[in-house]
């Protein structure tokens, strides 16, 4: 079962950012937060990923509380092409027999209005 | 070369057919796994495969038979397979197990 809990839908004016929720209050010490999008009718894109500390790329900034227990994605200016759903993963992150699995959620549905 | 590409893009099969869906990368990647999503759902992993070795089989029925002939290469062999197995089957690659995933467009499976 996915570790991780997301509101099911999210509205965003274009423009403006998006801040996208997550709860992993089971985490353990080694599980990674991953965040991947998937655009409708095409396969998921990776978006980012951390650890403990606070990530920025070009895509996203990735959010973690001190505690681990929840994480935010931000989009810092949403167009509608950010229309899509995107999944919080939590996987662990050294080789283990467990490793290779991404356990994906039911995702949150964002969806990017004009 | 950056992408994950899958073949067939749609693919429509009885169920005595035998079919293979095939995906590529090369990107150098070492990991390679197939995922199978249904409609509204999301993707669910069915295996892994490592230096060119099968790691993790999420106990998928045997009418599935992975094949990984070389490090770009990933097969997904078909047999006997029912409707309730029409779904999204998406591909995937990382530089290792521990790396983030690159997936393909994946190909539309539907069994008549």
């Known amino acids: 079962d996915a570790k991780t809990t997301q509101p099911p839908s999210m509205d965003c004016a274009e423009g403006r950012a998006a801040n996208l929720p997550c709860n992993h209050s089971?985490?353990?010490?080694?599980?990674?937060v991953y965040w991947y999008r998937q655009i409708h009718s095409q396969g998921p894109q990776y978006i980012i990923h951390?650890?403990?500390n606070n990530e920025t790329n070009e895509m996203a900034s990735l959010i973690i509380t001190e505690d681990r227990k929840s994480s935010t994605l931000i989009l810092p200016h949403a167009t509608l092409r950010d229309t899509a759903v995107y999944y919080c993963?939590?996987?662990?992150?050294?080789?283990?027999?467990?490793?290779?699995?991404?356990?994906f959620g039911q995702g949150t549905t964002l969806q990017v209005k004009p | 070369d950056t992408e994950v590409t899958q073949t067939p893009k749609h693919l429509v099969m009885g169920m005595t057919n035998k079919k293979s869906l095939k995906c590529e990368q090369h990107?150098?990647?070492?990991?390679m796994y197939w995922y199978k999503q249904k409609a509204k759902k999301p993707p669910e992993l069915m295996f892994v495969?490592?230096?060119?070795?099968?790691?993790i089989n999420e106990s998928v029925p045997s009418r599935f038979s992975p094949e990984c002939p070389n490090s770009s290469l990933l097969n997904l062999h078909l047999h006997a397979l029912q409707p309730e197995d029409s779904a999204l089957y998406l591909c995937?690659?990382?530089?290792?197990?521990?790396?983030?995933?690159?997936f393909g467009p994946g190909t539309r499976l539907t069994v008549l």
């Open positions: 089971t985490i353990s010490g080694n599980e990674y």
């Open positions: 993963i939590v996987r662990v992150g050294y080789v283990s027999s467990n490793t290779g699995k991404l356990i």
């Open positions: 951390g650890l403990k």
């Open positions: 495969y490592s230096y060119e070795k099968l790691s």
């Open positions: 995937a690659s990382s530089q290792d197990e521990e790396a983030e995933q690159f």
């Open positions: 990107m150098g990647h070492r990991a």
